[in-house]
Each structure stands twice: as structure tokens, then as C-alpha cells.
């Protein structure tokens, strides 16, 4: 039984939600996040194939880059076929004219079908933080929908501290909401601003809303600062709310906004309400990993629903019952959002989860074999090898146990040389960190690159020695390796290591600890984790570096 497929909508729930992204621009004040234009079309068009109604672009007059991908998107160079492209702006000024606003102009000029703009609702900003009185806030948004409105352009309006402004002063809020809803706009966006709002207080406020304009769309804006940044948009959608605004991932200010790869599947899939377009919700997992990859944020893996762990099973007694019923232990079916059902292996693994491993991963395992893995496991995960972040590794240690050997390359030896020439140092303000310019990494490899045809006869080997510099010695012998095997192995050039993980095992040991590191690939196509281990960290980064490129070079189709 696929539990998913058995969501009954509520008859009280809308039938279907709208889905109004704002990765390019709250998602982009996410902590690490700094977006190029460039990066901000590659997104755009990821949206759009993801299927989400709305795409707000940023917020135009505020910065060079927004600037720049409105007009680029404007000449043509953003094609959307199922999007509606949105510029985000402000009311205008107290005591303001709207034809004189700079905000508002800039709005018109980036050439949106939509605008959407920021009202103040809560009492205590207007009179604060504006510094006027509350019938001139009210004027403020009655003035700025009308003129947009006038311009030919469709308005949403965000109202910002809406809940906050609803617990002080409902009386208010609910003006400011009307204002808007009087002068023209065409949905109402209740935004929780601080994040600070629980569901029980989000539904009791919407609806509310909801009741008093029936005929407009009421949307949600919800912050995750008390981790309920999805349950609030939920509860919003139960209370009436059409429309939904949130970020891929989650990315957003502070601690983020409303998930869309996690509300999405539990509107559509748990409570049975329309989100994206046919076809849309199986690509969540691909746009969610798509997204980091541009943000250059390494993909959440515990993510709900599209994370790497989201359908990972550990247990012998998960694995072995999933073998029978796949729904025993998964709320859905992972290739319903895209993704699919993980068995990670480990000293606790028995053999079902063995077995299963080995099917994932392509491989055909006699009882002899999967006995000798499990074996090695056990001992290897005993001195502080952890496959289950490491699935390359794991292939390759899997395929050992069949007798296949590494049939392209063996380590002779290697010698890395870090030379510190303490010489004046640089300025503060060139370097930071505060190095000498005289530090300096060479790395020189000695290799057997072994004969295609014989490759178990060590005497038909071509011996190289190569050299390599870097900024560092792992940078440095992967520069090394390179020089020395890429005539023999084009296919490497596009192998890019784009993560370097250490992890101190043993910390009571000082510098003498044992290294576990991890090494995260992609070939621009695929992306996979290499494992080493060693007391020496240069030593466990080519156990890593290594299977990084036997791997590419044994599974390019795989």
C-alpha cells in the first residue's frame, strides 16, 4: 500500500496552492549565500522546470546584480514556459507622492508582469521605525496598489510582522490588509517576519482573514526561527490560504524560510491539494541538489523528502522487511519526489542489508563474497572507516571481494614537500590570514600505470614519475597524479574534487591522532564520496584521492 497515494483532501482545504518561490531573494540572505546574476538565471530556469508559479527575482534599484538580471532577463535572455517572473520592491515614502518614488519607479522599469511589495501591518514599526502615524501607513499601501495598478502591473502584497501586528493590534493590521484589498491587489500575503509565530496562532489569523475577503487570494510568508516555518504555511492552507511563499531548501535570513521541497510533497502527497504542474514534484530532489550545487552549499542530506538520508535504512531488521514490503518502513515512495531507497552498510549491517547494498549498487554478490565484505567491514569500520558516507568506496571495496583488482594504476610511491621560507610579511590587508609569502607544496607520485590487456602483469607496467605544485599537499598530489596519468585517462579532466572533509578520530592522541577524511567528487554528471583512513592525513587523502579516480574510471556510465 502506497500511503501517499491515499491522501483525501479535506472538502474545507483548498484545492490547490499556488507556489511563489523566493530563492533569488530572500534565499539569497541565507548565511554563505552570494548569488551572480549569472547564478540567479541558472536558478530562474531550474524554477521554472521545477514548476512553481512565481519566481521573485529580487528586488530591482537595490543593487548592481538584480539590476543586471531583470534587464537580461527582460532582453530575452530568461525563458520561461510555466514561471511568472516577479520584481520585489517597497510602498512608498511617508508623505510620498508615487510618481516621484524611486522604488516604485524601478518596479515599472523592470518590466515584471507581477510586483510585489513590502507594507508595513504592525502598529509598533509604522509608528517606530517609519516614524508616522498609522493612517499615513495605511495611505502608504492604499497609494502604492493603486498606482501599480494603474501601471498595468498585477500586485501581491507582502505584509511584513503581520502576526506580530495581529496579537498587539488586530484593528490596525486588518486596515492596512484592507487597504490593499480595496485599492486592487490580488493576493494578501500575511507574513511571519520574526519567524516567531506557532501553527495555532498562524490558522486562528488567517482565517480570520481568509473570512473577512473571500474573494482574494491569501497568502503565507513564513520564517523557520522556531522550526516551524512549513507547519505555519500549513496551517495557513488549512485556515484558506491559495498561495505560498518559500525557498528551495529552505535557504532564507537567519535560519531560513519555509521549505518548498518539503511543503510541496506534504501538501500534494499527504493532504491531496495541487502544487506544481504534472511531472513537477518528481523533480524536486534533482532541482534541490541543482540549487546547492549553483549556491555552492553542499546538499543537505537530512533533509525531508529530497535529502541524500531521507530514505536510507540502516537496520538489519529495516532492511531485510523493506526486501518484502518496500512501505514497511517509508511514509512514501521515495521515486515519488525523485529520490530512492538507500541500505547503508556498517559493522551492524547483517547480510540482507549486505545483499540489498550490493543490488543498489549494481553488483551480483555469491553468499562467499557478501561474507568476505562483511568481514572486511566489520575490521575496517573497527579502525574507523564509515562507508555510509562513502557509497564509491564501498563499490570498490564490494567489487574486491569478486577478485577484481584496480586495473589502471599502481602506487609506487609518493613524497610531498611543504617549504616554509619565512620572508617579510605580507601586508594585512593582501593577506588576512597572515601568512609569509614564502610558503610553497610540491608533490612528486611514482606510478605503475598498468597494461590494458595484462593488467595483473606488473613487468608490462609504464613507470611515470610526475610532479605537481599547490596551494596544499592534497591539492599538490592531485595535481602530481594528474600530470602523470592524463594522457593515459582523458576521461579524469572532468573529474573536479569539489569537498574535503577531516575528522579526527581519536582526539586524546593529539597530532598523532588516526584521520578519517572524506572526499566529495562529480564529473559534472554525478557526484560521489571516496573514504580513507590513516594516522597520517596525507596518507588517508590518497586512499581517498585514489578510489576518486579508480572510481570515475571503472563506473563512467554508472
Known sequence: MDISRSAVRDPAWPEEVEIFDTTLRDGSQFEGIAL??????????QLDYLGVHYIEGGWPGSNPRDDAFFQRAADGELELSTSTLVAFGSTRRPKGKVDEDPTLANLIEARTPICCIVAKSWDYHVLEA?????????????????????QGRRVFVDFEHF???YKRNPEFTLRAVEAAAVAGAETLV????????????????????????????????????????????????RAGSRHVQGTINGYGERTGNCDLTTFVPNLSLKMGIRTLPDGGIERLTAVSHHVAEIVNLPPNDALPYVGKSAFAHKAGLHTSAIARAPDAYEHV???????????????????????????????????????????????LENVGYHF??????????????????????????????????????MALSENPLGHYDGVETEATIKLLLLDEDEPTDVDRATRVVSTGEGNGPVNALDAAFRAGVGDRFPLLDSVELVDYKVRILDAAAGTAAVTRVLIDATDGDRRWTTIGVSENIIEASWQALSDVMVFALESPDS
Open 163 to 165: 502576526f506580530d501586528g
Open 333 to 379: 515512495d521515495p521515486s515519488l519526489v525523485g529520490n530512492g531507497t538507500r541500505f547503508l552498510v556498517s559493522d551492524l549491517s547483517g547480510r540482507a542489508s549486505i545483499e540489498l547494498k550490493a543490488k543498489e549498487l549494481g553488483l551480483e554478490l555469491d553468499p562467499n563474497q557478501m561474507k568476505s565484505v562483511l568481514d572486511e567491514l566489520k575490521v
Open 190 to 237: 500575511l507574513c511571519d517576519t520574526n519567524g516567531g509565530s506557532l501553527p495555532h496562532e498562524v490558522e486562528g489569523a488567517t482565517r480570520t482573514v481568509v473570512e473577512m475577503f473571500p474573494e482574494i487570494t491569501v497568502g503565507m510568508h513564513t520564517q523557520n526561527d522556531t522550526g516551524c516555518a512549513v507547519a505555519n504555511a500549513v496551517a495557513g492552507v
Open 130 to 150: 517609519l516614524r508616522t502615524t498609522l493612517d499615513e501607513g495605511v495611505a502608504m499601501i492604499a497609494d502604492s496598489v493603486e498606482y501599480l495598478v494603474a
Open 388 to 425: 555510509e558516507a562513502a557509497d564509491a568506496s564501498l563499490r570498490l571495496l564490494m567489487k574486491r571481494s569478486t577478485g577484481w583488482r584496480n586495473p589502471y594504476f599502481q602506487l609506487e610511491s609518493f613524497r610531498v614537500m611543504v617549504e616554509h621560507r619565512p620572508g617579510e610579511k
Open 36 to 45: 551572480t546574476t549569472d547564478d540567479k538565471l541558472k536558478i530562474a530556469t
